[in-house]
């Protein structure tokens, strides 16, 4: 765990006027301590100059650039290298879901050693990061999503929102049922809100019903998992599905690989 010079890694596929990634980037800065790291995606198809990525962040102390590149050691590399705690991706819709395009910025965040914040076009530009929002289904790897939504309790007070699905198997109960008990007990060492909404879904469809609990709860950011269950989540199996949760809904994604050797966030 590093304690020191905590960066956020913002990839930029376009400079859209608004700064909605960049202002994205340093509100969870501003959370975790950190400082941002903008650079070109290594896959991006129209590269930015580096006289218009630095107008782009002139406004901005605590943000610096750098160039990246594309290869065997990526990304996981230049995470140990800056302390890189969180990569941020503004989705570019026409590239990266293509079914066949085995090398594009997914296989940057499915190698990752750390989570990565996904936003789109409509993704909301209000968003603080104050109220989370937390499917839970059936695989013990759930309770990753508890740690990393403790940290923006920890560091943001923010509210935690639990959505648990509904199953009738009684291994996926019982994997459930762990899964909230692992919860309660960590939460509670902590002073942060948390509430558990009852649902009636099972774990197939219970990230949809995530999003569209978000629009009563007011929530602004939903953390999903990849996982081997659900194949590679958003590439080569399920890539319709995040392509309509980031194109349908305002709020950002953060997504967790399951096991990894995390670089954590901290405090000190």
């Known amino acids: 765990m590093y304690k020191k010079n905590q960066h956020i890694l913002l990839l930029i596929q376009q400079l859209t006027p608004n700064k909605n990634a960049l202002n994205h980037a340093l509100?969870?800065?501003?959370?975790?301590?950190?400082?941002?790291l903008v650079s070109n995606s290594p896959f991006s198809k129209n590269q930015i100059n580096h006289e218009d990525?630095?107008?782009?962040?002139?406004?901005?102390?605590h943000v610096n650039t750098i160039q990246l590149f594309s290869s065997n050691d990526q990304p996981d590399k230049i995470i140990k290298q800056f302390n890189i705690i969180f990569?941020?991706?503004?989705?570019?819709?026409?590239?990266?879901?293509?079914?066949?395009?085995?090398?594009?910025?997914?296989?940057?965040?499915?190698?990752?050693?750390?989570?990565?914040f996904i936003i789109g076009n409509k993704t909301s530009t209000k968003t603080d990061y104050s109220n989370i929002i937390l499917?839970?289904?059936h695989k013990k790897e759930s309770k990753e999503k508890m740690i990393w939504a403790s940290y923006f309790g920890r560091f943001n007070n923010a509210v935690i929102q639990i959505i648990p699905a509904t199953e009738k198997e009684d291994a996926f109960v019982k994997t459930i049922r762990?899964?909230?008990?692992f919860t309660k007990k960590m939460f509670s060492q902590f002073?942060?809100?948390?509430?558990?909404?009852?649902?009636?879904?099972?774990?197939?469809?219970?990230?949809?019903?995530?999003?569209?609990?978000?629009?009563?709860?007011?929530?602004?950011?939903?953390?999903?998992?990849?996982?081997?269950?659900?194949?590679?989540?958003?590439?080569?199996?399920?890539?319709?599905?995040?392509k309509y949760l980031i194109n349908s809904y305002p709020n950002p994604i953060l997504l967790i690989n399951p096991m990894k050797d995390y670089y954590l966030p901290c405090d000190g």
């Open 27 to 36: 509100k969870i800065a501003n959370i975790f301590k950190s400082k941002v």
């Open 53 to 61: 990525l630095e107008n782009y962040i002139s406004d901005h102390d």
């Open 87 to 116: 990569m941020l991706i503004h989705i570019d819709k026409k590239n990266d879901f293509k079914f066949f395009l085995r090398n594009n910025i997914f296989s940057w965040v499915l190698n990752a050693k750390i989570p990565t």
């Open 135 to 137: 499917p839970i289904d």
């Open 178 to 181: 762990n899964t909230l008990l």
């Open 191 to 242: 002073t942060f809100d948390y509430r558990i909404h009852k649902s009636k879904i099972a774990s197939r469809h219970i990230d949809e019903e995530a999003f569209k609990a978000s629009t009563t709860k007011e929530s602004d950011l939903i953390i999903l998992m990849t996982g081997k269950t659900q194949g590679i989540f958003f590439l080569r199996y399920n890539s319709k599905k995040i």
